[in-house]
């Protein structure tokens, strides 16, 4: 569902004294919340039309630096602004965050044309595709994180130290996958989780243990793609903030040392019909996969490789690819099976679905559920084929299409795409894929420990 709260709802918050900040964010290119905190009356009498931010909120690295060579945004354009405009039907209380309010916004230009480039726009512009076809995209992400005793600031003051994160301490020394006793330990941050996102309208089912120590997972109910990604980047700030004011701190890296497992996002989805009824299910057909359901699983093993750089964004992204910890390294589908990049749930029942497996934690959900959505109609609108299921061990499997093994082997691939520069325009993925090749420049020029330490004294 959507925001909980309406504007006259707000209203009445701000006049019995409950609220008195709104935050009016949009989503950059890396999923994350920008924004202002607007003093709540202000927002009501006239701040809610609009407001503005600079440009370059879509031209920006994870380290805030100013990336040149973007067309839509640089030094020889001024750095001009965006329109960023309330999505009203996102407001909700922040209950973890006393006396405010959120409100997602879009980004448009100054005609108030959506900016082709911004998450949201990328993502309503696939969901509209499917309404035209007379589907509704539903869709659910699974957000895994690791949880550490160590806090925010003394992770930083550790780096301004000596330039290097040292001494993280998951919050359990052992495996904690489905394990209670464990997780009770962790209950100070993961109850104030549920009950804060579910006080803020995100309709959590649970969190458990995942594969490794300290290592989380919290589902969010599935819903339309739009919420689900608004949704999914709502939970990674409130996950922030609910461990900061506990004093802990969190990653969502897909892979934060090599010795422990990866943290995923896998992404299910499914289309309905527009009068709400399951597109995917056919009782009649094999395992219940209805042939729309087939074509559009096509459609995703088909540009697989196409749409990775959306579902995995950083050359660390990469390293979370590795045999027996349940990240997927093959592209083909299987049922119920955990090795499998496209897993098909619910065999049978009005709950059939595809579980896309390669995304990881770090993914911009927007993007990702954009990227799915895309290859899955195109599938359908091209007719194809389902390729034969897989069985057994994915991992041992020789000679099957593979999940790119770097982000410079999936931006080529990006880069490349008929499909997505249909789907999406020559600009979003000329764009996306010059954000590849920043990320790669900048990891390639970089001296790691792990060179240092090699080669030293050795080379």
């Not at 990881?360 to 959900?365: K, Q, R, V």
Request: proline share 3%; glycine share 8%.
């Amino acid at each position: 569902m959507p925001g909980n709260m309406t504007f006259d709802e707000l209203k009445e918050a701000v006049e019995s004294g409950g609220i008195d900040t709104v935050l009016v964010a949009c989503v950059d290119m890396q999923g994350r919340l920008m924004g202002k905190r607007f003093h709540a009356q202000y927002f009501i009498d006239g701040g809610h039309h609009e407001t503005h931010c600079c440009d370059y909120l879509l031209a920006i690295d994870m380290e805030m630096t100013t990336v040149p060579g973007y067309k839509n945004s640089g030094w020889e354009k001024g750095y001009g602004d965006y329109v960023m405009k309330p999505d009203m039907a996102t407001l909700r209380a922040l209950p973890w965050m006393p006396g405010t309010a959120l409100v997602l916004c879009d980004l448009l230009d100054h005609h108030h044309n959506d900016v082709p480039q911004s998450p949201r726009a990328i993502l309503k512009r696939q969901i509209a595709r499917a309404e035209a076809m007379g589907f509704k995209a539903m869709m659910a992400t699974e957000l895994e994180f690791f949880l550490f005793e160590t806090s925010f600031d003394a992770v930083r003051n550790s780096m301004q130290a000596s330039g290097q994160i040292r001494d993280l301490k998951p919050i359990s020394a052992y495996n904690e996958d489905y394990h209670i006793f464990q997780t009770s330990k962790e209950e100070e941050v993961m109850r104030a989780l549920r009950n804060g996102l579910y006080g803020a309208g995100i309709p959590v089912e649970c969190s458990k243990g995942e594969a490794d120590a300290g290592q989380e997972e919290i589902n969010v109910k599935y819903s339309d793609a739009l919420d689900t990604a608004d949704n999914h980047a709502i939970t990674k700030t409130a996950v922030k903030d609910i461990a900061h004011a506990a004093g802990k701190s969190v990653t969502f890296m897909a892979k934060y040392d090599h010795r422990r497992a990866g943290s995923s996002s896998h992404v299910h989805q499914s289309l309905w019909t527009l009068d709400g009824k399951p597109a995917f299910f056919d009782p009649e057909a094999p395992h219940g996969m209805s042939e729309l359901m087939r074509q559009f699983l096509a459609g995703q093993l088909a540009h697989a490789e196409e749409i990775t750089a959306f579902l995995a964004p950083y050359v660390n992204s990469y390293k979370r690819f590795c045999v027996g910890m349940f990240a997927p390294t093959k592209a083909v589908w299987s049922r119920d099976n955990r090795t499998a990049g496209f897993r098909v749930c619910g065999e049978g029942t009005k709950a059939i679905r595809v579980e896309c497996r390669i995304g990881g934690a770090d993914l911009n959900p927007y993007l990702a559920c954009a990227a799915l959505l895309a290859a899955g109609l195109d599938g359908i609108e091209k007719k194809m084929d389902l390729e034969a299921e897989m069985r057994g061990d994915m991992y041992s499997t020789a000679g099957v299409r593979e999940i790119p093994k770097t982000l410079r082997a999936a931006a080529e691939r990006l880069k490349g795409s008929t499909m997505l520069r249909e789907a999406m325009g020559d600009e979003v993925v000329e764009h996306y894929h010059h954000a590849a090749e920043w990320e790669i420049s900048e990891q390639d020029r970089v001296v790691t420990d792990f060179e240092l330490a090699r080669l030293f004294e050795r080379a």
